[in-house]
């Protein structure tokens, strides 16, 4: 291995294998850079980047419609509302309707099981 020192700006050594000295010569790796799959990728993650923001518009603009709407209709059908209520608690409560008559009102998921397991008793 020779320092050789002719060129006053740079300094490099001679070796006798070629292909280290190729590599030293050109920084151990040399720059051999495909411009075209440099733009391919680019454009490629260019384009993913904006379907997927396209998709995260979209769905903000559904959310936000669906909020919206939730919205208008809680305030223009307030009786609507009371009616949805009262039927919710009217099948998830347990009330006295008559006593005397013997009617009560019962959960429908008891109601349910009570007449399975009458059913399957019978």
Same mark, same amino acid.
């Given at each position: 291995?020779?320092?050789?020192?002719?060129?006053?700006?740079?300094?490099?050594?001679?070796?006798?294998?070629?292909?280290?000295?190729?590599?030293?010569?050109?920084?151990?790796?040399?720059?051999? @850079?495909?411009?075209? /799959?440099?733009?391919?990728?680019?454009?490629? =993650?260019?384009?993913? +980047? &904006?379907?997927?923001? $396209?998709?995260?518009?979209?769905?903000?603009?559904?959310?936000?419609?669906?909020?919206?709407?939730?919205?208008?209709?809680?305030?223009?059908?307030?009786? @609507?509302?009371?009616? /949805?209520?009262?039927?919710?608690?009217?099948? =998830?409560?347990?009330? +006295? &309707?008559?006593?005397? $008559?013997?009617?009560?009102?019962?959960?429908?998921?008891?109601?349910?099981?009570?007449?399975?397991?009458?059913?399957?008793?019978?």
């Amino acid at each position: 291995m020779q320092i050789d020192k002719n060129n006053s700006d740079k300094e490099y050594f001679e070796l006798s294998d070629p292909d280290a000295q190729t590599s030293i010569n050109d920084g151990v790796m040399a720059d051999e @850079l495909s411009m075209s /799959r440099i733009v391919l990728w680019t454009v490629a =993650t260019s384009i993913v +980047v &904006v379907i997927l923001i $396209a998709i995260a518009f979209n769905l903000y603009k559904f959310w936000k419609f669906d909020t919206q709407f939730q919205q208008a209709i809680n305030t223009e059908y307030p009786v @609507l509302n009371e009616h /949805r209520e009262q039927s919710a608690r009217h099948l =998830t409560t347990l009330e +006295v &309707v008559d006593e005397e $008559a013997g009617i009560f009102r019962i959960p429908v998921d008891s109601a349910k099981t009570i007449l399975i397991n009458q059913r399957n008793n019978n």
